[in-house]
C-alpha cells in the first residue's frame, strides 16, 4: 500500500506546449497493458538528462548520452517497460538503435534525435519484433493530453502512477510544468532516478538549462532511496520546449529563472517523494534531515547509513521505537573522528538521545506514538559544523521481500 | 533454519587448559536463559583483541581497550547477552567498570585485569542488580569443560549455539584450539564481529600474537556479513594461555607458528561462517568469490556489494536466477573506470555472463538448478589485475523482516 498518494487526477494534469504523448500494448513482457510509450517535441526543445552512474548502465543510457552529445537536437522519446535492455553487450545496444531509427522514419526525424529509455528485467534481450510492431500504434496517438497515459505506460512494479502538474507565472506570462516518473525497487538514484521526464514550455537557454537540471536532480531524484540498489537505467530528462512564445531565459540574472526553478524542484521533489511513497513493500514514508555536518557529503553519508541499515528500516515497519539501532547507523556512516557525545537525535518533536545517550527525559511511549505514524521525521544533530541535507526513504516489510522474491514469476 | 549448520557436539569440545568457565541465568532481559558467562584465564595468557569501528561504540568496548591497553595481563572476561551496553552514555561506563570491579573482587585480581563485553539492545541500561547477582553463580560454576554452555550463554537471536574446536601438533607436542561465536544480525564486521572468543594453551609472545589476532579476523569474521550493519559491540579476543607448558613461539621464523595459524584460521573461518549460516532468516549460505581485481581492496567492494544488495539477496532467497542483478551490484561497486565488457560471471560451474552480456550457451534451467542449492557459489572476475577476494553472506528472506520487526517484542 503505498504510504498517502493516490493516483494523479488526469484532468488537474496539465498539457504542455510543445509535447505530444502516444502509448501502446505491445506485449513486452507480459500482455495488456500499457507499455511502450512515444513522445514528440517540438524543434528547437532545450534537452538535457542526468544518468545512472551504475557501471553496467543500459544500453538505452549509452545511446542517450551518444544522441545528446552529438548536439542535433531532440524531437522524440522512446520508452519500453518489461525489459531493461542492460547486462545485454553489443546486441542490446543494436537494439536501441533500431528503436530509434524505426522512430526517426516514423516521425520524419533523424535517428540521433531520438533518446531511448528501457526499465525492467535486466539480462535479457528487448523482444523487438513486437516492440517494433507497437511504435505506429504509440505514434498515432501522439496528444498533448496524453500525461496520465504516459504516466502509466512506463510503470514496472509500480502500484501508482506518479505524475505532477504546476502552473507558474514568469513576468506575466503563464508557463506549465508537467512530469513523471516511475521506479519502486532498485532505487538509490545517483544522478538520476529509475525514469523521470519534466517538460514545461518555458523558454530556457541550453546550457543554462543542463545546470537546471543538475541541480534539480540533486536536490529532489538524488536525496531518496528504497532499497540501496543503484539502477541500470535511472534516467532523468528535463524538456523545455519553448512553445509559450516567451522570450528565451538565457542568463542567470534574469528574474524569470527563480520562480520556474521553483516550479521545476516542486514537481521534482513530489515526483521523487512519489517514488518514496509507492517504494516496494513501503507502510510508512520517513523524511531523515542531518543537521550540524562539516560538509554536505558528510550530512549525505549520515543520512544514507540510516536510510540504508535494514534493522532500521525493519524498526520502521514495526513501529518499534528500537531507536539505539538509528545511533549505530550513525556511528557506520564512516565518519572517522565523529565524536558520539556529542550526537543529537530527535524524532518528529521528541528528544531522544544526546550526551552519546538516551536523554533523560525520553520517554518509551513518545517514541511509541511517533513510530506508529505512517509518516516520521528523523533528525539527526552531528555537532560538527554547519551542513545539512535531507533524504527521504520508507521502511523494509516483508512485501518488499515478497515482490523481490516472486518478481519474475 | 539454520543452513546446513547443527549445534556442536559437546563431547567434541576440546577443554584448553588455562581456561575456565561459568555461567548464570541472571535474567538480564528473560528469565530462564543463560545470559551472563565468566571466563578466567591461567596467568600470563596472551590476549589480544580487535572491535568494531562504529563510532557509537559501545561502553565494555571503550573498557576493553582501555584495559588491554593498561597491559598488566587478562586474567577474566565477563559477557552478558540480553543488553548491549551501547549509547548508554557515561552511565554505561561506570556501569562496565563496575562490573569489571567485581568480578576482580570476586577471582581476586585487579579490575583492569578483567574484559567486559555485552550484546543485545542498544540505549537501555544495564540492569546493574541482577547481573551483579549472577557473577558469583558464573564464579562456583568455573571449569575447563563448560564451552558448550559458554557458547550457549552468549546467544542473542542465534538460533543454535557456535563453538569449534580442534587439535593441532606443533613440533611433535599437541596444543587445542577451541573457540566460540554467537550473532546472527547487525553483521557486518569492521576489525572483527559481534562477539568471538577463540582460546588456545600454545604459547606464542604477545606482540606476534597482535598480529596473529588481526591476520585471523581479516581472512574470518572480517569476510562476513549478514545485513551490512557493523554493530557497536563486535569483539573477537584470542588467548594464548601457554598452559600447555610449550617453549613459546616468540618469531615469525618459529616453524610451529605455520600450523598454529592455520588451525587458528581454520576455526575463526568455521565460527564466522556459522553465523551467516544461521544469519537472522537465512535459507543460503552464499559464498561470493572475486578475482582478477586491480586490487584486494576493490575485491572486497565488489564482492560486498553484491552480499549486501537486497536484490541480489531476494532473488537468492525465491531461488530465481535473476542474475542481471549480480551485475548490476557489481556496476555498483563505485569502480569508476571499470570495463563491464571485461566482466565474467559464473554461479557455481555455470557460466553465466561475459563481453558485458549474457553468455551465449547459458541456459536459464541451468541457473535454476545452481539456484535452487542451499550452498552457493558466485565468481566475479573482473578482468583488471591479480587481486582476490572471499566473503560469505546469506539471503534476505521474509523471516528476517519477521525477526528485527519483533526483536525486542
Given amino acids: 500500500m503505498p504510504v498517502n498518494l493516490t493516483a494523479p487526477n488526469p484532468t488537474a494534469l496539465l498539457p504542455v506546449a510543445g509535447v505530444e504523448l502516444g502509448w501502446a500494448e505491445a506485449g513486452i513482457r507480459k500482455p495488456g497493458r500499457k507499455d511502450l510509450l512515444l513522445m514528440r517535441l517540438a524543434a528547437c526543445a532545450s534537452v538535457a538528462g542526468v544518468f545512472t552512474r551504475n557501471r553496467f548502465c543500459a544500453a538505452p543510457v549509452w545511446v542517450c548520452r551518444e544522441h545528446l552529445r552529438a548536439g542535433r537536437g531532440v524531437r522524440a ?33 533523424e535517428a540521433t534525435q531520438v533518446l531511448p529509455f528501457s526499465t525492467g528485467v535486466i539480462m535479457e534481450p528487448l523482444p523487438m519484433e513486437r516492440l517494433l510492431a507497437g511504435l505506429p500504434v504509440a505514434a498515432q496517438r501522439l496528444a498533448p493530453a496524453h500525461w496520465a497515459e504516459a504516466a502509466e505506460a512506463i510503470m514496472t512494479t509500480d502500484t501508482l502512477p506518479k505524475a505532477v502538474s504546476q502552473a507558474v507565472a514568469l513576468d506575466g506570462q503563464t508557463v506549465t510544468v508537467t512530469g513523471i516518473a516511475k521506479g519502486a525497487g532498485m532505487i538509490r538514484p545517483d544522478m538520476a532516478t529509475m525514469l523521470g521526464f519534466i517538460a514545461t514550455d ?87 534531515v542531518v543537521e550540524e555536518a562539516a560538509s554536505a557529503t558528510e550530512a549525505a553519508r549520515v543520512a544514507y547509513a540510516i536510510a540504508h541499515s535494514p534493522l532500521v528500516k525493519t524498526a520502521f515497519y514495526a513501529s518499534d521505537p528500537n531507536l539505539g539501532r538509528i545511533l549505530a547507523a550513525v556511528g557506520n556512516a564512516g565518519i572517522e573522528d565523529l565524536d558520539a557525545t556529542k550526537v543529537q537525535l530527535y524524532l518528529n518533536e521528541v528528544w531522544v538521545a544526546r550526551d552519546g545517550g538516551r536523554h533523560p527525559d525520553y520517554r518509551e511511549e513518545d517514541g511509541q506514538r511517533v513510530m506508529r505514524g505512517a509518516e516520521i521525521t528523523v533528525r539527526v544533530l552531528l555537532g560538527r559544523g554547519g551542513a545539512s541535507t535531507t533524504v527521504w526513504t520508507c521502511d523494509l516489510s516483508h512485501e518488499y521481500v515478497r515482490i523481490n522474491a516472486d518478481y519474475r514469476s
Fill in 77 to 109: 522519446l522512446v520508452v519500453n517497460t518489461g525489459c531493461a535492455n542492460a547486462g545485454t553487450g553489443a546486441s542490446g545496444l543494436a537494439d536501441a538503435r533500431t528503436t530509434c531509427a524505426e522512430v526517426a522514419r516514423l516521425l520524419g526525424c
Fill in 202 to 288: 518555458a523558454a530556457v537557454a541550453p546550457a543554462l538549462w543542463q545546470d537546471l537540471t543538475a541541480e534539480v536532480a540533486g536536490a529532489s531524484f538524488n536525496r531518496i532511496t528504497v532499497d540501496g540498489d543503484t539502477s541500470t537505467n535511472d534516467s532523468l530528462i528535463l524538456i523545455a520546449t519553448g512553445a509559450s512564445g516567451m522570450a528565451p531565459i538565457a542568463s542567470c540574472e534574469d528574474a524569470r529563472l527563480a520562480p520556474l526553478r521553483e516550479a521545476l524542484l516542486a514537481v521534482a521533489q513530489k515526483l521523487a517523494q512519489a517514488i518514496v511513497r509507492d517504494g516496494e513493500g513501503a507502510t510508512k514514508f520517513i523524511t531523515i
